[in-house]
């Protein structure tokens, strides 16, 4: 199984970036999956995450209202739009995938199997 996380930049605030999450080895279509990031100097946070059925389970406050979590079933990927990016957005990016089939997406890393290798997204003004 891979997860290959892309789209990462530098952008400035304000603008728009989507990341991609390709996935081999899994379905994305059967499985919940999660978007995670580290910023500098802090703990891993969720985003957000999807269930296996395609639908939104958690959402990090800060984020909601700017980012979209997405997937397209046929290209096997999973991706976030995010929009209106702050300077607290610079971090590295992650995708997740629980690795039980049908399951809901929760926010518990326990339950992620397998993970990316990350995509930087540096917001400057």
């Known amino acids: 199984v891979q997860l290959v996380e892309s789209g990462g930049k530098v952008a400035q605030v304000g603008d728009s970036l989507r990341l991609s999450c390709a996935s081999s080895g899994r379905t994305v279509s059967m499985y919940a999956m999660a978007w995670v990031r580290q910023r500098p100097g802090k703990e891993r946070e969720f985003i957000a995450t999807i269930s296996w059925a395609g639908r939104s389970a958690y959402w990090l406050d800060s984020v909601k209202g700017r980012f979209t979590i997405s997937r397209d079933d046929a290209a096997n990927t999973l991706y976030l739009q995010m929009d209106s990016l702050t300077f607290e957005d610079t971090a590295v990016y992650y995708c997740?995938?629980?690795?039980?089939?049908?399951?809901?997406?929760?926010?518990?890393?326990?339950?992620?199997?397998?993970w990316g290798q990350g995509t930087q997204v540096n917001v400057s003004s």
């Open positions: 997740a995938l629980n690795n039980r089939r049908f399951s809901s997406g929760n926010n518990n890393f326990d339950d992620y199997d397998y």
